[in-house]
């Protein structure tokens, strides 16, 4: 069971983000999906597939690789990194051609199949530092 949540995760990274198959998300989410960021932000399915279509549009050639993940008891936690060329809109800051570089961790939440929830830490102040709109520390 926990290797086939942990399979059923990978496959949702592969296809989703790697190859951009956001149509096929009904495939890996649960109508009920749920995901909450930073700060208790959350969004729900439509809200969630939107901001990924847009994160993929503002970095095109976006690849995310799996650094390490572990499974127990209906949950998954994968801690990953992406790479990829700031080429359109991001975050609301238009394309810098920049190189970027991000981490995060996600605890996703397998029922009946299918991921229900998804908890995130992702590395924001080190992207936008990246875009050139925070300072690098000194």
Request: aromatic content about 6%; charged content about 20%; proline content about 4%.
């Amino acid at each position: 069971m926990e290797s086939d949540d942990k399979a059923l995760v990978r496959a949702y990274y592969e296809a989703i983000y790697n190859e951009r198959q956001v149509d096929d998300i009904d495939r890996f989410l649960s109508p009920r999906f749920q995901s909450a960021g930073p700060g208790g932000a959350t969004m729900d399915l439509a809200t969630h597939t939107g901001a990924l279509s847009a994160s993929l549009a503002g970095l095109p050639d976006l690849h995310l690789t799996i650094e390490e993940q572990i499974a127990e008891r209906g949950a998954v936690v994968t801690r990953w990194a992406a790479s990829g060329t700031h080429k359109g809109t991001l975050f609301g800051i238009p394309a810098t051609g920049a190189a970027i570089r991000a981490s995060a961790i996600h605890i996703h939440h397998v029922v009946d199949g299918r991921i229900v929830d998804q908890w995130e830490q992702f590395d924001t102040m080190g992207v936008l530092r990246q875009l050139g709109m925070l300072p690098k520390p000194q």
